[in-house]
């Protein structure tokens, strides 16, 4: 089968970067490291650079004798390794975050955008407590040709954002909050209700699924 | 039994007045046209005003013959009979909302602070998609004793205004959405889950609660 | 106030058009004839093009007498009044709808997209049961800046389309269903959780929050 | 930027204090010693005291070397750090509490509104297997100027105060409780869905925030 | 097959008197007026009274033409058909009942367990705004085999009741209230978290159910 | 493209008949006359049998002036127009019931299964309140290739059946009942939370569904 | 205040025998040994038995030093410290259980009745699987005065078991299960939605309150 | 009691073999090592073999020195201990699974599936994200009697098998996801909500049941 490496366990699936501009990424809760391993060697096998996600320092660390030119992203929570070069960054994603418990998840999206081409901007805890420290991004952000922005508990900054600008808004609900916020819940469903339209959302904490959509844009934008 | 007046469908509560500051309130759904009169002549003849919510046109329109001096308040779609006069308004209570969908639910809060003393002020059509609209109101709003913000849809504006002000906040969520707003659960989340300290929540478009707690508040500022 | 004019009931947010690139929109249910009726003459006094969503044909009737240059959609339920010239159209927005009962809210998408200046490609019909009637479209949603794919019952046509191509594809849930669909949420969630980073989502039968997406994507690709 | 300390991770709303009478508070999951280190000194070094929630013993036993003058209150979770005398307390907030299991959502919110001027009464384990107990503190409850009512289970007490007095009643369900209960769920709706109008409620175990808005309810006892 | 009468659309199970004390039970909603005559006359020819639930009006009128010795009890909306006499009445069975719109519930309780042979005593309207209502009827209940307590929105009713007496009760949620009360699941979560053991729980709006079981158990008082 | 009927709002799957040994069947909400019509003409236009399933009499009433062969099965509620002949029926399959009120979806999918080959057993009305009424039936039950069971409320008949017999069963929940029944959530819940291994599942009132699985299965029995 | 042993962090109801004929029972997550040691004594000192649920192994090892006269029930995870000879038995419970692993909750609901004057009958492993295994039982259920039936997954055993009785049975669903279990929600929803009438619930693995519920049954039995 | 052997906490149903075509099946969680080494003496003293599912290494290495000719099957998280021969396998069932970390359950049902009489063909690895890797294997799936296709996150693999192939196909939700995944309630719902009819669920993770319901339809072919 063309575009396939089959692993047995895995099937990995070399054709993607090809057909949709980003390779085969691993998300390793509920693998074994030998599973993860295997699957960056045949990436690298194919020429392909390497990305995990949700990798917990000890992967990292059982890894790292097999594979030496694995970097870890410990802000992210990532695992990369790299086989040829990144592209060239070229136009701008800002990242946006609420409060400072949800950088991790931040951090996720702006790490996918940059190594999928974009420069990144990340301003750094602006929620609605306090939304004087928003405004002197404003400008900055209407630059952006995608803005992420990652809240929890309530999940209104998106709508704030957006409101201010006349860029697509991709909103990232985290489980930052008890109680109520249901591990992330009620973010979401603040984001998917918001009266500003343009505004489009990803799953809880999926940081790096807004960073590919911000960089999918982002490369829309050199057409 | 002292304080009590027994109609046999109902026990009027006629004690409420002296003990709560509030006489009993009539909830119409569910309650027949007879039934609903018999407790507004329970609590005339106790001496005591009446007010009942969520009050239709049609049942409005069946009592008038019999209470002649009944009032119908369209846009709170309350109704109410005085037998005594209303207390002098003391003291200034704020009803703050998002959109023109939540005017009843808003209208409804200011009505029963009114009635239980408060000054009100009235501030419409401020929600997040253009929140330029609701700076100018900001020292008004310091001014209030106690601030009602009526929110649907992603139900963030209680948590704005909050953050701008040093007075309690009563946050009520409305059922204007679609979707994933759940008739409310998604703006009465948000609210919840505020990162604002200090604001608290009633039911969905329970407008009549917020304006009994903003009165109570206000009442307190007399002491 | 600058920006706003006050009509009473509604704030009406004239600035919208210069800092969104996209003019207040009015969501009609919950709003009287009146209401609707002033929030357009507002925005033509304003010289600004509107734009009503969920719009009954009883609604249409009520007003076309007033604004004689009223337009029904009647395939995508909205009303709209235009003062100025709509933008030339420039770029590729593809509008992807999984059955014949998701066509209102693609269709609502659709007419979001074109009024915001994008060429606008409909593929109706292609969903799971036959995805053979899919393949023959891919190299056309492959040349669109941004794909919105409509769905409901399962919701998993978006999955499938941004797994062929590389493009920023939006996933729009619909209440089409019954049972356990619980008018959409088995639809978003399906789309929330899909295996193919890059998707986006919007609230259930959101086809005019998902078209403003796509047409600011688009826009976004002429910098 | 004026009325904001730029940490990185963090930019501390010095600010808040002057605008909202009550600074910047941590909550300390998910951050960690040296974040909550850094923004007790930012506020400290802005002349302001410090409160932390759900601080875990473990975190104080790493800050106290750092920050001798930190102050544990075990009771309530909390950690503080004070550089300017408290208020001088005026005025009574009561805090009720239906259980032994629910003391440290009380502490907490007793804790609160001591710090913000309050003199608080607290009476404890009078739920509703046995409302005799409660019956001897009527009278000290009505002459509180704000009530703060903490019950897990099935989250009924505060509808029984609210109903003997005529002070303003803020229901904070816990998480106390197995199965149906739901971590909460099931009290908080008892709250919210109260006959007795005037309740307000906050999240579950959000003591901080009834703490809060009971202080602000006392402050404006003083206008 | 014996203790079954085959009607083709049903299997009349006649045989349950004997087994259970109670006849097959026709719940009307979803069936044919064809279908319920059926069933009444299959168990009329068997020599046992016929009991029917949520019997509309409608179906009252087309069936007692048919049928003129069945009697309409309006106030439980149930239809019944007697064969032979009723049971002579022992024991007490108590149906208390928070408020007035709970009323249609609580005479479906009472009517069951009065045809199963139980004396009934109805207690209406002493909700938890005006718990000195209830006070005068504690003996009354303590004398009772099972006290039956219907309530919606908060549904805390039963913990109170249960608190003072000694003997079963069975509590019985209705879908009455709004917002969060979902139809009436608040009040069943309420009652099931009490924090009063002793007390059971039956579905929504299930009058004649708890009515059968308080039944059961006054039969049990014979033993 | 081959195997697709292009009707501009449909694509119809003229290749689905050969793949799937099932054409494309109509499910008629959201869909006007004419769509259902123009697709019943596609399906005949190429020689196959067409299905429309919750097709409401008013339907039928407006389509069979335009296609008289066109047959309305109102026990049901589904509507077919038969070009080829139906396959000789071959092998058993059961459709088992709990209620009356259970009936339509127990029709539907007797009446799949029929026009999908199968010979099919209805027995009706044997729910737990009963069980002796299901007992004389076993060892038909025994006898069939698969069993479909169909039950609202609590669910439970599916596994009280495959805990007697060695043949597949299909369990198939409905939306009878009220309160926590949930629309037939309840049921679908005690039927995926079987002890008794082997039972299957389909969506609420999917008694069409259920039917084709069963066909599906006793097809296979020919091999 | 009579009747109740002010211990600071609790007050003991020592008017709760007396009332309800029921000690005050300890529910022992959430609580320190300290606690639970002070609360004990208390009640000896009342001349009360006194009972503790949820008690883990620890705890009672914590404690039996201090109160050598403890006895620890590990079936029943539960603790009793008897001052007084416990009521002579009279009157016959049944406990049926689905499963072995429903066992504790079972045993919880037995020890809870035997100590409240019932003489219990216990039944084990019945589940749906295996019908047969229930029925060499059902006489023994029928000479109850009341059956309590403990189920897991589907919970479907309570309705079975009612079915064949004409005895009060209360149905405790247990947290077994897995996946859409819902840890119990699935079970407590089959019950509530019984076709069978006379079922009454409690709260999920709440053997305790079943015991007591089925207890005060027995009791009644007496009169 | 014929067919029963009664080991105190559990009653061993040794008929099941004869009744169903499959013995008792042991759930390992919440039982102890010696109830499980109980029950498996029991079958195996019955003549029968014994089947453990979600079996941990500790539970078998507890019980190995007990039973030397217990099997574990780790890939399946099951134990087995075989008295008499495995029926010769006749038929084909293939598992087909969506991603590396389903492959626990499908394992599970691949063991259920062979053990009673089935080929089993393994297909891995085939999600939506690449979905040319699926296209080899869709003759092989069209030559088995039934497809098990099991699926986490978005759960729409079995909706595009189902829509290739003529045969039964068993859907199984698997927990892999986060968020909004919700421990595979979405993939269950997208299964349930599926467009194309015939495919039938169980429960998440229940690979066993899907193996075991796949056997059932695998033996119905030799009819």
Known sequence: MPDVDDLGFARVDTGRLKRRGLSEVVFCPGKTPD????????????????????????LYAALRAEL?????HAAARAMTLD??????????VAVVCAGTSDLPVAEEAALAAERLGAHVERVTDVGLA???RLMPFVDRLRAARAVVVVAGM????????AGLIDRPVIAVP???GYGTSMNGVAALLAMLNTCVPGITVVNIDNGFGAGVAAAMINRTGKD
């Open 130 to 132: 306090g939304l004087h």
């Open 35 to 58: 599973q993860v391993l295997a699957i960056f060697r045949s990436l690298r096998d194919a020429g392909q650079n390497a990305f995990a996600t949700r990798a917990a320092p000890e």
């Open 154 to 161: 309530e999940g209104a900054l998106p709508s704030v954002v």
């Open 83 to 92: 086989t040829v070069p990144l592209p060239a960054p070229s136009g701008l």
């Open 174 to 176: 985290t489980s930052i």
């Open 68 to 72: 030496p030119e694995l970097v870890y």
